[in-house]
């Protein structure tokens, strides 16, 4: 794979869509086993991403941030690959929805581990919404 | 004569007012198999990348996993079949059932049991009028399916099989749909869905392109574990995808030779009404003529 420039070709996947592709100075994503921080040259890594936010620092300066359920981060020859059944840009979520998610959710807690997925999700989203304002 | 030319109008009229519905159905399905399309073509980065990322493991790592395991002795088997909800799409489905048939017919030869699993209203119909059992169904997404109802499918399957014990456990899934070739070809295919073959990739990474050595978090096991059934789903979502392009092209095809033959049968009524107006015109002239000439020898005679 020939790479072009100085920077990270990122692509960011949803299951029925690209949310976002492009070039990228880094990538941010937060994995079940902490934040991965990912530059040119990072070596080849697959790992398992919770519910979270990910944010990509775009090479024409801005900074992208998409609230994903779940997925894989994988990093190959300064390629990078965001795969989730289902990311979301801050201008797609509804922020009310979601904190009202996020209080259902939080009544629930403990009752089993989808209330607390449910939770994670909605703090994903609202926390994405909140960094991209 | 009047009466049956009265008749004949009625006919054309009917015949035009219906070939007016399945021109518009055929422009409706035509606009929407090219929607059908995009939806297939932003669906695929995903199935791509997974796909990737399966082999990545799988080529890295041990691949012991419940879901690549080949059962040693397979009794029951899970059948799902991809049907549509909507009739009018000419053969469309019952091609998807008789393909399911054949497969269902050479897996009971092996001496195997099946659950059937059903998505579209055609199916459910055909199995009800049949009084065959159905394990379970899902309706109301044949023509746009969404990834949540492929999710649903995908883990009720995904339970199924990791079931050791329970009612409804299985040893083997196959799915039959109906796989796009081109606007004119739709294929009905049986393909096994699980145990997952992982080396079957369709692209399989040229010898230029090879994976690079993987790190894995948080182990490869850990990553195959959450990865494996998402690319069941993925799987699935593409059958549907692929059954709800060839559903609306079998509609289109089957809604253009609606038209077509409705306006063969407009020219044929056209035809024999005014055949039947000439004839009802002939006939008055010469009943006139008739008249005219009986008048005049009456009155010759007279004379």
Not at chain 2, 57 to 63: D, K, L, P, Q, R
């Amino acid at each position: 794979m020939a790479e072009s420039g100085e920077h990270l070709h990122v692509e960011l996947v949803a299951a029925d869509r690209t949310v976002w592709s492009g070039e990228a100075e880094m990538v941010i994503a937060r994995t079940t086993e902490g934040d991965v921080g990912v530059l040119r040259g990072h070596a080849p890594l697959l790992s398992v991403l919770t519910d979270a936010v990910v944010e990509i620092s775009s090479a024409e300066g801005g900074v992208v941030v998409a609230a994903v359920d779940g997925g894989f981060l994988s990093v190959a020859n300064d390629r990078v690959s965001v795969l989730s059944q289902r990311a979301l840009l801050p201008e797609e979520i509804d922020v009310d929805e979601a904190r009202v998610e996020l209080e259902e959710a939080r009544g629930l807690i403990g009752a089993n581990d989808e209330a607390e997925r449910r939770l994670r999700r909605a703090e994903a989203r609202i926390r994405a919404v909140e960094r991209a304002s | 004569m009047a009466v049956s030319l009265r008749e004949y109008r009625a006919r054309i009229k009917s015949t035009e007012s219906m070939k007016k519905i399945t021109r518009a159905m055929e422009l409706i399905a035509a606009s929407r198999i090219i929607k059908a399309q995009q939806r297939a073509q932003s669906a695929a980065p995903y199935a791509r990348e997974l796909t990737r990322a399966v082999s990545a493991v799988a080529t890295y790592s041990n691949v012991d996993h419940p879901l690549t395991r080949e059962p040693e002795n397979s009794q029951r088997v899970a059948m799902l079949i991809v049907t549509s909800d909507r009739g009018l799409a000419g053969a469309y489905s019952s091609s998807v059932l008789k393909e399911a048939e054949r497969l269902a017919e050479k897996l009971r030869g092996e001496g195997k049991t099946i659950d059937v699993y059903l998505c579209g209203r055609k199916g459910e119909a055909y199995h009800r009028f049949r009084n065959r059992p159905v394990v379970r169904s899902w309706t109301g997404f044949s023509d746009q399916p969404s990834y949540d109802a492929a999710l649903e499918v995908g883990t009720t399957l995904i339970d199924a099989f990791l079931d050791e014990e329970g009612e409804h456990a299985v040893d083997e899934v196959h799915v039959v749909y109906t796989r796009f070739r081109s606007m004119l070809l739709q294929e009905p295919t049986a393909v096994r869905l699980l145990p997952l073959e992982v080396v079957e990739g369709e692209e399989r990474p040229s010898s230029d392109d090879v994976l690079p050595l993987y790190e894995f978090e948080p182990s490869p096991e850990a990553v195959l574990d959450s990865l494996l059934p998402q690319y069941v789903q993925s799987r699935i979502f593409f059958a549907f995808l692929q059954a709800a392009a060839s559903e609306l092209a079998a509609r289109q095809k089957a809604m253009k030779s609606a038209t077509d033959n409705a306006d063969e049968l407009i020219k044929k009524y056209t035809r024999i009404a005014n055949q039947a107006r000439q004839a009802g015109i002939t006939q008055e002239i010469s009943e006139i003529v008739g008249g005219v000439n009986a008048l005049a020898d009456a009155q010759a005679g007279s004379e």
